[in-house]
């Protein structure tokens, strides 16, 4: 009766020890991915803010280019520079000779 009782016992601690060995080597994965990541942090967010920055600077000139557009609008043109306006004056045709 002893050998049945072995082989068992042998036969849950192999199921015990590829339970724990698995749980071992995804918490061991999990630790090396965990690292990798918080490693490469600092250089992500250092793209990230530059990315921002850059968005930043292009949102700001084109704000400053409608500023100028409106400005300009709301200043209107040069009533003096723009030269004289012509007018309505009727023109004479010569009348048809036969």
């Known amino acids: ?7 068992v016992l042998l036969l849950v ?3 015990i020890g590829c339970a724990v060995g ?3 080597a995804r918490a061991r994965r999990g630790w090396n991915d965990y690292q990798t990541v918080r490693k490469s942090v600092p250089g992500a967010r250092r793209g990230a803010w530059s990315l ?3 968005v930043a600077v292009k949102a700001g000139v084109i704000a400053l280019l409608l500023f ?3 400005a300009y609008a709301a200043v209107g043109a ?3 520079t723009a030269g004289p306006a ?4 009727p023109t004479r ?6």
């Open 13 to 15: 601690g192999l199921v």
């Open 52 to 54: 921002i920055r850059g």
């Open 78 to 80: 040069d009533e003096e």
């Open 1 to 7: 009766m002893e050998r049945p009782l072995l082989t």
């Open 86 to 89: 012509p007018g309505q004056s």
């Open 22 to 24: 698995s749980a071992y």
């Open 93 to 98: 045709s010569e009348t048809p000779r036969r």
């Open 68 to 70: 100028g557009a409106v």
